[in-house]
C-alpha cells in the first residue's frame, strides 16, 4: 500500500467517524466515554513515576487533575463554581458532595483548584481498580471496607485525625452510591461521624443534576453545570447524640440546593 493510500484511507475513516458522531447518539456517547476513560488513565498513569517520591501526598493529585479538566473542555461540559466566599480557610473539614457518575471526576479536578488540602474517601474496591487504584493510593485517598465494620471504624478514626493535624479536607459522598434521581438518597452516618469526631465543620457541596448524560438512551451531550458550595454546618461541642440532627441538616440544605439548580435547568 503506498502512502498515498494509506493517507487516503485515514482521510475517510476521520470523515466517517466524524458523521456518525455528529449524527449517530449511540455512537457519541460511547466516543465521548472512550475519551474520557483513555484521557484520565494517560493523565494518571504517566505521572506515577513522580508521585511515587513523595507516596500518599494529596498534591499528586493536582498534575493528574489538570489533564481531567482538560476532558470536560473535550466533552463539552463547562462548569461553574458558584459559593467560593462560604469555603473555610485553614481548617479541616469534612465535605460533603452528591454522587451521581464516574464522571464526577470531573467535578472532583473542578473543586480541586479551589479546596485546599484535599483528600477523598471511596470504597475499598476502588484500589484493585488498578491503575486507577494505585494513583488514588498515591495521592493520599482513604479507603474504606463498608463490608467490615471494625475495618469502617478505623478508617473513620484515620480521617479524623487527618482532618485535625493536616487540616484537610475530606471530601465524602454521604448517599453512599451513585445516583442520578430527581432527589437525593438518605445519607449514611459516616461522614457525619467523621466531623462529630474530628470536631471539623461540614462543607455541603452541590452538583447540579447530569440531565446532560442519560445511560439508558446513549445520551452524552454538551451541558453546562453548576457546582455549589454551601454555608457549613459547624459541630464544634457537638457529640453522637447530635449526629442524626447534624444530618438532618445537611440532607435538607443540599437537597434544598439540589431542586433549586435542578429547576433552574429546566
Known amino acids: 500500500m503506498t502512502i498515498m493510500a ?8 476521520i470523515v466517517l467517524a466524524a ?13 465521548k466515554f472512550a475519551i474520557f476513560y483513555t484521557i484520565i488513565t494517560i493523565s494518571a498513569t504517566i505521572l506515577i513515576p513522580l508521585m511515587l517520591f513523595k507516596p500518599r501526598d494529596y498534591r499528586n493529585a493536582s498534575l493528574p487533575f489538570w ?13 461553574e463554581i458558584r459559593g467560593h466566599e462560604n469555603i473555610v480557610q485553614d481548617v479541616g473539614t469534612v465535605v460533603v458532595a452528591n454522587h451521581q457518575s464516574f464522571l464526577d471526576l470531573l467535578v472532583l479536578a473542578e ?9 477523598i474517601i471511596v470504597k475499598q474496591e476502588i484500589f484493585y481498580a488498578w491503575p486507577f487504584g494505585l494513583v488514588c493510593w498515591l495521592c493520599g485517598v482513604v479507603f474504606i471496607n463498608r463490608k467490615n465494620s471494625k475495618d469502617a471504624h478505623n478508617a473513620i478514626n484515620k480521617a479524623a485525625q487527618t482532618i485535625n493535624t493536616k487540616k484537610a479536607k475530606i471530601i465524602i459522598a454521604p448517599e453512599g452510591t451513585r445516583h442520578e434521581g430527581d432527589t437525593l438518597l438518605p445519607f449514611k452516618k459516616g461522614a457525619f461521624h467523621i466531623a462529630i469526631a474530628s470536631q471539623a465543620p461540614i462543607q455541603p457541596v452541590v ?9 439508558k438512551a446513549y445520551k452524552f451531550d454538551r451541558g453546562n453545570l453548576v457546582i455549589s458550595i454551601l ?8 457529640t453522637i447524640k447530635d449526629l442524626e440532627s447534624v444530618i438532618r441538616r445537611a440532607y435538607e440544605a443540599m437537597t434544598k440546593e439540589y431542586n433549586i439548580l ?5
Open 19 to 31: 458523521i456518525f458522531y455528529y449524527h449517530s447518539r449511540i455512537f457519541r456517547y460511547y466516543t
Open 111 to 119: 473543586i480541586w483548584t479551589v479546596l485546599d488540602r484535599c483528600t
Open 6 to 13: 494509506a493517507e487516503l484511507i485515514c482521510a475517510v475513516v
Open 67 to 79: 489533564g481531567v479538566r482538560q476532558v470536560s473542555k473535550i466533552l463539552g461540559l463547562k462548569w
Open 207 to 215: 452538583i447540579s443534576r447530569f440531565k446532560f448524560l442519560d445511560h
Open 262 to 266: 435542578n429547576q433552574s435547568q429546566n
Open 231 to 238: 454555608p457549613v454546618i459547624e459541630t464544634a461541642g457537638l
